[in-house]
């Protein structure tokens, strides 16, 4: 196999690569890796110890990248496929700031304020806390389903007109607050739940989130 994903398979970002892979076509092989904490190893492949890393062993090669965002760049650039990054500069930009904006406080807002008090601390055999999460959700979330919800309207996918590494990574973070037991109100964001829907049908993210489940309802979510 020409491919390795590091990481762990709950993880958005790791699910992130995965999907990126499934829609290109390409072929991997997962290796599953707590980073709680990140064996003595992993910092050879990744120095900040963090999830996932992609090895590419491809034409005699042994190379590794360490983040996501590079790691989808990398295969954008490297295979064929369908492109997952909009030809238009506009819908490009776009797709990199929405990218940019769930990678980075949406994923630290939902990771550490309801994704780890829920389901990381029952996979380390702690109770959740839901005191932590519920306030997350109360007072954290809705200025990001807010925005999303004017930035989706009326829209199939979120930057141009053919699925991207915009609706990537929207979808990732989406999929880890159901995980937690929290989806957007249908009622008060009705095109972010039209949206989502879409996005987290298609089979990339359907095979994903089927494997995880199995994961989840062994934890007795």
């Known amino acids: 196999m020409t491919y390795t994903v590091y990481g762990a398979s709950l993880s958005p970002f790791v699910r992130k690569v995965r999907v990126f892979l499934a829609e290109k076509g390409l072929e991997y092989t997962l290796e599953q890796v707590n980073i709680f904490p990140a064996p003595d190893w992993f910092a050879e492949i990744s120095p900040l110890k963090r999830i996932p890393v992609l090895r590419d062993e491809s034409d005699g090669q042994n190379v590794t990248f360490p983040d996501s965002s590079v790691i989808c760049a990398y295969l954008e650039k490297k295979e064929g496929g369908p492109a997952l990054y909009p030809a238009d500069p506009r819908d490009y930009g776009r797709a990199l700031w929405l990218e940019e904006y769930c990678d980075s406080e949406m994923a630290a807002t939902a990771g550490m304020g309801v ?52 609706d990537i990574s929207i979808g ?50």
């Open 115 to 166: 994704f780890r008090p829920i389901v990381v601390n029952k996979l380390m055999g702690k109770e959740p806390d839901r005191e932590t999460a519920d306030k997350t959700v109360a007072e954290k979330l809705p200025r990001f389903f807010d925005y999303l919800e004017k930035e989706l309207a009326g829209r199939e996918f979120a930057a141009g007109d053919a699925f991207s590494i915009a």
């Open 172 to 221: 990732t973070q989406f999929c880890n607050l159901a995980h937690a037991g929290v989806t957007p109100e249908a009622g008060r964001y009705p095109e972010l739940t039209r949206y989502l829907s879409g996005i987290k049908g298609r089979p990339s993210f359907a095979a994903c989130l089927e494997e995880e489940g199995g994961v989840l309802k062994a934890l007795g979510f």
